[in-house]
């Protein structure tokens, strides 16, 4: 079966260091994989969209890689800040138009 | 510009009555989601549509849940006798086209509503 699968377990960062967070799919193909951030009582919000012929995006603080021989992404956030205390979602399109959502990750960023 | 509005953002209802979930959309978004998201987990496709296309429906969990567009805006999303398990936040989500592989097709979502069945 189809799967996405992000650590549910917290990252706990301190501040100015590297957030790197997984994203591993399996019985997908998928053209391009997206990020999003979602705080709570809030819907996500889109970051960045990576497709399969490129290897790494960039916005900002931001950086994601896509490895489709591996069928893993990372996201990484680089000089961390406690506002980016979050949940960073990736998602993949499943068969027809459905966008499916892995689980999550919880980001903390300590001062 | 606006973004995408559901309502109501918290409803609490007794089990077996009925619920209407409202989304407004991002004005020339032709594309509408629905989404489940329960208590600490990702989130569960539901429905999507797309112009006047068919809808896929193929994410509902079961009969009692149904939805509809109007005039290819506002969506409506409709849990008869609602049960406990329905407890969860239900997030509406638009976007401009619906391929997904093109620059445009991010999801914009709304803040969701949060349903408490008791």
């Known amino acids: 079966s189809q799967k996405i699968e992000q650590n549910s377990e917290a990252l706990n960062i301190q501040e100015g260091k590297t957030a790197t967070l997984t994203c591993n799919y399996t019985?997908?193909?998928?053209?391009?994989l997206q990020w999003y951030r979602q705080d709570p009582g809030r819907g996500p919000v889109f970051l960045l969209l990576i497709r399969e012929n490129e290897k790494e995006k960039r916005k900002e603080r931001l950086k994601v890689t896509f490895d489709t021989t591996l069928k893993q992404s990372l996201f990484h956030i680089t000089a961390s800040q406690p506002a980016d205390s979050a949940t960073y979602l990736c998602a993949l399109k499943a068969a027809g138009n459905k966008l499916t959502f892995g689980g999550g990750t919880r980001v903390l960023v300590k001062p | 510009g606006a973004g995408v509005s559901q309502s109501p953002s918290n409803k609490v209802t007794e089990k077996g009555k009925d619920v209407e979930l409202r989304c407004d959309p991002i004005s020339g978004h032709t594309a509408l989601y629905w989404y489940r998201q329960s208590l600490g987990q990702g989130l569960e496709f539901l429905i999507y549509?797309?112009?006047?296309?068919?809808?896929?429906k193929s994410g509902l969990p079961s009969d009692r849940f149904s939805a509809e567009r109007t005039g290819g805006s506002v969506s409506t999303l409709t849990i008869q006798r609602t049960q406990q398990e329905d407890s969860a936040v239900y997030l509406c989500a638009s976007s401009l086209v619906a391929d997904m592989g093109q620059g445009q097709s991010s999801l914009h979502f709304g803040n969701g509503t949060r349903l408490t069945v008791t």
């Open positions: 019985n997908y193909s998928p053209a391009y």
């Open positions: 549509f797309q112009g006047n296309s068919a809808p896929d």
